[in-house]
C-alpha cells in the first residue's frame, strides 16, 4: 500500500448537511482542487461562485429517476477506486475516460432523523441513500490513495494536513477516516434495518446491527482499567443522551449508567399528578418518594437510606426549583438530572462547581417500546424495554383481606419502584415514599430482611422510636417461591404485599398471608432486573 502522501486535484462533493461546505469548499479551491458536485450541493457551490462541475459531465449521463440514479456509474466508481500507479487500472481509466478522484465529501441522506421525526413510510424510504453509501465505500476501501470525509466536524483537520503538505493528504489521515467512514455507514445501515425490522414486526431479525455516534470518550469505564466511551443511538429518548450539562465535571461511565437508572425510575411518576425524586447508589434505589412539592419528595426519599444517598445520583420528575436544589445540595451528590431547572436554582447549585447538573427537555414515556442490550461472551442479549406500568396491570386480590385505599395506593407505588431495583428485588413502602430497600440478593428472603434491616436503620437517623416499616406494604420484583420472604416482611411491620404471583407454591405463600392478617395483590407482571 502507499505509504507516501496523495495529491488532491478532483474532489466530489455530494453533501446534504451543507454546514461549512463553502467555507471548505472555497478552501479547497484556493489550494488549487478541482470541485465536481450534484445536484443541491452543486447548486450552493455555484450561487456562492464557485467553479463547479455536475457530476453529470463527467459521467455523460444526467441525474434521474428522481435523483436516485446520479453517481452509480463507471466514472465516479472507477476514480474513486483504481489504484494509482497500477498500470492495469491506469490503462483502463485511459480507455474509459475516467478521471481519478482524490478527495470524497458525502454525508448522507438524513434516514435517522427523519424516522425521529415520524416521517411516514414513503419518506423514509425516499431518505434511504443508495450512491452515497457506495461512493464511500469504495473511497474508503481505496484509501492508499483517496480521502473521504463523511463528517463536517473532520473539515478543518482535512484542510490543515492539506495545507501542511502543500495540498496533499497523508496516509495517517486517509487510514483514519476510512475507519469513519466505514463505521458511519455501518451505524446507518444498522439504523435502517432496525426501523425495516420494526415496521414489519420482526423482534428477532437474522442479522441485527447496532450503530451509534460518539458523543465523548470518557477517561475510563467502570474501573480505570478499562476503556469506555459514550456513544449516542438513533433512538429519541430523553435522559443522560439528550441532556444539557448546565455544569460540573465530566460524566463518568459510572455517573452515566447511574443517571440513566435514576431518571428511568422517576419517569414512572406522572409529574401532571405529583413531584417526585429518585435517589440512586450503583444503579439501585436507595430513596423514592412522591410529594406535594419536590423539596418534599426529596426530604422522604433521602430519609429511607440518607448513609447510601452521600454520593448518590438525584432525579426528579419537575423542574428543579430554588428550595429542592437548596435541600439538595446541603451533601455530597454527584448528579442532579431534571427537566428542566429555573435560574434561581441553577444559580445555587452552581456553588458546588463538582456538582453536576443535567437538563433533559422532557421525561422519557415508560410505556414507550424500544431495545436494550447486553453483551455477553461472543454473543449479544437483545430484549423489549420493560414498558409495563403497574397502573394497567389487571390486580388481583388473592387474600381474605383486600388492601385499604391508601395500602393500594402504596402498593402501585412501590411495585413502580421495584421495577427499578436489581433483583431480587424487595421495596417496603409507607405513605408514598419507601422505607426500606432489599436489592440484587441471591435469595429473596435475603432481601425481605436486608429492606427490613434498613428500614430500622433510617428510623435511627431519623431518631423515631420503631422501624419505619412498621405499617407499610412490600413490593416484590418476582413471586415468593416460598413463604418464608413473605413472613420476614409481616415480621418487619408489613401489612400488604403486591408481587406477581405465578409460583408453584402460590397457595402456600397466600395462605400463610391470611394467617399473618396481610392483604395480598398479585400483578400477572414480573419485574426481573440484572
Same mark, same amino acid.
Given at each position: 500500500?502507499?505509504?507516501?502522501?496523495?495529491?488532491?486535484?478532483?474532489?466530489?462533493?455530494?453533501?446534504?448537511?451543507? #454546514?461549512?461546505?463553502?467555507?471548505?469548499?472555497?478552501?479547497?479551491?484556493?489550494?488549487?482542487?478541482?470541485?465536481?458536485?450534484?445536484?443541491?450541493?452543486?447548486?450552493?457551490?455555484?450561487?456562492?461562485?464557485?467553479?463547479?462541475?455536475?457530476?453529470?459531465?463527467?459521467?455523460?449521463?444526467?441525474?434521474?429517476?428522481?435523483?436516485?440514479?446520479?453517481?452509480?456509474?463507471?466514472?465516479?466508481?472507477?476514480?474513486?477506486?483504481?489504484?494509482?500507479?497500477?498500470?492495469?487500472?491506469?490503462?483502463?481509466?485511459?480507455?474509459?475516460?475516467?478521471?481519478?478522484?482524490?478527495?470524497?465529501?458525502?454525508?448522507?441522506?438524513?434516514?435517522?432523523?427523519?424516522?425521529?421525526?415520524?416521517?411516514?413510510?414513503?419518506?423514509?424510504?425516499?431518505?434511504?441513500?443508495i450512491g452515497g453509501p457506495a461512493m464511500i465505500r469504495g473511497a474508503a476501501k481505496n484509501h492508499g490513495d483517496?480521502?473521504?470525509?463523511?463528517?463536517?466536524?473532520?473539515?478543518?483537520?482535512?484542510?490543515?494536513?492539506?495545507?501542511?503538505?502543500?495540498?496533499?493528504?497523508?496516509?495517517?489521515?486517509?487510514?483514519?477516516?476510512?475507519?469513519?467512514?466505514?463505521?458511519?455507514?455501518?451505524?446507518?445501515?444498522?439504523?435502517?434495518?432496525?426501523?425495516?425490522?420494526?415496521?414489519?414486526?420482526?423482534?428477532?431479525?437474522?442479522?441485527?446491527?447496532?450503530?451509534?455516534?460518539?458523543?465523548?470518550?470518557?477517561?475510563?469505564?467502570e474501573n480505570p482499567h478499562q476503556a469506555a466511551a459514550f456513544y449516542h443511538t438513533p433512538e429519541k429518548r430523553?435522559?443522560?443522551?439528550?441532556?444539557?450539562?448546565?455544569?460540573?465535571?465530566?460524566?463518568?461511565?459510572?455517573?452515566?449508567?447511574?443517571?440513566?437508572?435514576?431518571?428511568?425510575?422517576?419517569?414512572?411518576?406522572?409529574?401532571?399528578?405529583?413531584?417526585?425524586?429518585?435517589?440512586?447508589?450503583?444503579?439501585?434505589?436507595?430513596?423514592?418518594?412522591?410529594?406535594?412539592?419536590?423539596?418534599?419528595?426529596?426530604?422522604?426519599?433521602?430519609?429511607?437510606?440518607?448513609?447510601?444517598?452521600?454520593?448518590?445520583?438525584?432525579?426528579?420528575?419537575?423542574?428543579?426549583?430554588?428550595?429542592?436544589?437548596?435541600?439538595?445540595?446541603?451533601?455530597?451528590?454527584?448528579?442532579?438530572?431534571?427537566?428542566?431547572?429555573?435560574?434561581?436554582?441553577?444559580?445555587?447549585?452552581?456553588?458546588?462547581?463538582?456538582?453536576?447538573?443535567?437538563?433533559?427537555?422532557?421525561?422519557?414515556?415508560?410505556?414507550?417500546?424500544?431495545?436494550?442490550?447486553?453483551?455477553?461472551?461472543?454473543?449479544?442479549?437483545?430484549?423489549?424495554?420493560?414498558?409495563?406500568?403497574?397502573?394497567?396491570?389487571?390486580?388481583?386480590?388473592?387474600?381474605? $383481606?383486600?388492601?385499604?385505599?391508601?395500602?393500594? #395506593?402504596?402498593?402501585?407505588?412501590?411495585?413502580?419502584?421495584?421495577?427499578?431495583?436489581? #433483583?431480587?428485588?424487595?421495596?417496603?413502602?409507607?405513605?408514598?415514599?419507601?422505607?426500606?430497600?432489599?436489592?440484587?440478593?441471591?435469595?429473596?428472603?435475603?432481601?425481605?430482611?436486608?429492606?427490613?434491616?434498613?428500614?430500622?436503620?433510617?428510623?435511627?437517623?431519623?431518631?423515631?422510636?420503631?422501624?419505619?416499616?412498621?405499617?407499610?406494604?412490600?413490593?416484590?420484583?418476582?413471586?415468593?417461591?416460598?413463604?418464608?420472604?413473605?413472613?420476614?416482611?409481616?415480621?418487619?411491620?408489613?401489612?400488604?404485599?403486591?408481587?406477581?404471583?405465578?409460583?408453584? $407454591?402460590?397457595?402456600?405463600?397466600?395462605?400463610?398471608?391470611?394467617?399473618?392478617?396481610?392483604?395480598?395483590?398479585?400483578?400477572?407482571?414480573? @419485574?426481573?432486573? @440484572?
Amino acid at each position: 500500500m502507499p505509504t507516501h502522501p496523495r495529491r488532491v486535484t478532483r474532489a466530489l462533493l455530494s453533501v446534504s448537511d451543507k #454546514s461549512g461546505l463553502i467555507e471548505f469548499a472555497r478552501a479547497l479551491h484556493d489550494l488549487g482542487v478541482e470541485l465536481v458536485s450534484t445536484g443541491g450541493t452543486r447548486k450552493a457551490l455555484a450561487d456562492a461562485s464557485l467553479p463547479v462541475k455536475d457530476v453529470a459531465d463527467l459521467t455523460g449521463y444526467p441525474e434521474m429517476m428522481d435523483g436516485r440514479v446520479k453517481t452509480l456509474h463507471p466514472r465516479v466508481h472507477g476514480g474513486l477506486l483504481a489504484i494509482r500507479e497500477n498500470p492495469e487500472h491506469e490503462a483502463a481509466m485511459l480507455a474509459h475516460s475516467i478521471q481519478p478522484i482524490d478527495l470524497l465529501v458525502v454525508n448522507l441522506y438524513p434516514f435517522e432523523a427523519t424516522v425521529a421525526k415520524g416521517a411516514d413510510e414513503e419518506e423514509c424510504i425516499e431518505n434511504i441513500d443508495i450512491g452515497g453509501p457506495a461512493m464511500i465505500r469504495g473511497a474508503a476501501k481505496n484509501h492508499g490513495d483517496v480521502a473521504v470525509v463523511v463528517d463536517v466536524e473532520d473539515y478543518a483537520r482535512v484542510l490543515d494536513v492539506l495545507v501542511e503538505n502543500k495540498g496533499s493528504t497523508t496516509l495517517t489521515l486517509r487510514r483514519a477516516l476510512a475507519q469513519k467512514a466505514y463505521a458511519r455507514t455501518a451505524a446507518y445501515d444498522a439504523a435502517i434495518s432496525n426501523w425495516f425490522a420494526q415496521a414489519i414486526g420482526e423482534t428477532a431479525p437474522d442479522y441485527r446491527a447496532i450503530g451509534g455516534r460518539l458523543a465523548e470518550k470518557m477517561r475510563y469505564g467502570e474501573n480505570p482499567h478499562q476503556a469506555a466511551a459514550f456513544y449516542h443511538t438513533p433512538e429519541k429518548r430523553a435522559g443522560v443522551s439528550t441532556a444539557r450539562q448546565v455544569q460540573g465535571k465530566q460524566l463518568s461511565y459510572n455517573n452515566v449508567n447511574d443517571t440513566d437508572a435514576a431518571f428511568e425510575c422517576v419517569s414512572e411518576f406522572d409529574p401532571a399528578r405529583t413531584a417526585a425524586v429518585a435517589i440512586i447508589k450503583h444503579a439501585n434505589p436507595c430513596g423514592v418518594a412522591e410529594g406535594a412539592s419536590l423539596v418534599e419528595a426529596y426530604e422522604r426519599a433521602l430519609r429511607c437510606d440518607p448513609v447510601s444517598a452521600f454520593g448518590g445520583i438525584v432525579a426528579l420528575n419537575r423542574k428543579l426549583d430554588v428550595a429542592a436544589a437548596r435541600e439538595i445540595v446541603k451533601i455530597f451528590t454527584e448528579v442532579i438530572i431534571a427537566p428542566d431547572a429555573d435560574e434561581e436554582a441553577i444559580a445555587l447549585v452552581a456553588s458546588k462547581k463538582n456538582l453536576r447538573l443535567l437538563l433533559t427537555g422532557g421525561l422519557p414515556n415508560p410505556r414507550a417500546g424500544g431495545l436494550t442490550f447486553k453483551t455477553v461472551a461472543g454473543g449479544l442479549l437483545v430484549q423489549g424495554r420493560d414498558n409495563a406500568v403497574v397502573d394497567d396491570m389487571d390486580l388481583r386480590v388473592v387474600t381474605k $383481606r383486600a388492601p385499604t385505599a391508601q395500602e393500594l #395506593s402504596d402498593l402501585k407505588f412501590a411495585f413502580r419502584v421495584a421495577k427499578h431495583v436489581k #433483583s431480587n428485588a424487595i421495596v417496603y413502602a409507607r405513605d408514598g415514599a419507601t422505607v426500606g430497600v432489599g436489592a440484587g440478593q441471591m435469595s429473596r428472603v435475603d432481601s425481605s430482611r436486608i429492606a427490613a434491616w434498613k428500614a430500622a436503620e433510617a428510623a435511627k437517623a431519623a431518631g423515631l422510636p420503631e422501624t419505619l416499616a412498621k405499617g407499610s406494604v412490600v413490593a416484590s420484583d418476582a413471586f415468593f417461591p416460598f413463604a418464608d420472604g413473605l413472613l420476614a416482611a409481616a415480621e418487619a411491620g408489613a401489612t400488604a404485599v403486591i408481587q406477581p404471583g405465578g409460583s408453584m $407454591r402460590d397457595d402456600e405463600v397466600i395462605k400463610a398471608a391470611d394467617e399473618a392478617g396481610l392483604a395480598m395483590v398479585l400483578t400477572g407482571h414480573r @419485574h426481573f432486573r @440484572h
